[in-house]
């Protein structure tokens, strides 16, 4: 069975405190695994994909890398707006569809 | 603007009720997908359609029915609301696999 596990289920970080977010996975054939950010109230929002054990992928505070095993989204010097729950999804190979983690809960404070 | 259109944004139902949340997308996608989300259970695939004419139950699907209405609309039926099925209901659709899905912004229902 296909399943993500997220890690820790929520962060509290001063603001430049750096860190990262752990999503585990175990899936039958990996077509990608995506990232996502969500704010309160909000439908989630594409960040990063990522395909092969090694890749990484960097946007403004964030990047995100893959190992066969596991991904991490490293967030350096965040700002108060970087305050969302970030959530981890992977796709198992096909159409079959994708598969979520339960979310990091992310508060940054000024 | 682009994207996935979800109708209406808050609901609240009496116990038995039913109703149908909409979801259209204008991305030329094929796939479209519900998806429920509680506080601690993450986001549960409810159904989902992989082209227009076809869908499948994913994890939840108790409760629920679907219809493709075409290539662009994806509706989810409740037809006798129970107070388990209170929640956020999202929409995605699929297109280019290099960005997942594209989401709507929720409907929050309340079974009371």
């Known amino acids: 069975e296909d399943q993500v596990t997220q890690s820790p289920e929520a962060l509290r970080l001063q603001e430049g405190e750096s860190s990262s977010l752990n999503c585990s996975y175990t899936v039958s054939g990996l077509r990608g695994l995506f990232w996502y950010r969500q704010d309160p109230g909000k439908g989630p929002e594409f960040l990063f994909t990522l395909y092969s054990a090694g890749e990484e992928k960097e946007k403004e505070r964030l990047k995100a890398t893959l190992t066969k095993k596991e991904s991490f989204l490293h967030i350096t010097a965040p700002k108060p707006e970087d305050s969302a729950t970030y959530l981890c999804a992977v796709g198992p190979t096909g159409n079959t569809p994708l598969v979520f983690g339960k979310g990091t809960r992310l508060s940054v404070i000024a | 603007n682009a994207g996935v259109t979800q109708t209406p944004k808050f609901q609240v139902l009496k116990t038995g009720q039913s109703m149908t949340l909409q979801c259209a997308q204008d991305?030329?996608?094929?796939?479209m997908y519900w998806y429920r989300q509680d506080p601690g259970m993450g986001l549960r695939l409810i159904y989902y359609s992989a082209s227009e004419g076809t869908t499948d139950k994913g994890e939840v699907p108790n409760g629920y029915n679907v219809s493709r209405l075409n290539k662009r609309e994806f509706s989810l039926r409740l037809e006798s609301a129970a107070p388990s099925q209170t929640s956020v209901y999202f929409c995605?659709?699929?297109?280019?696999?290099?960005?997942?899905?594209?989401f709507g912004s929720g409907t929050r229902l309340t079974v009371v």
């Open positions: 991305m030329n996608h094929n796939s």
């Open positions: 995605a659709s699929r297109g280019n696999s290099e960005y997942g899905y594209t």
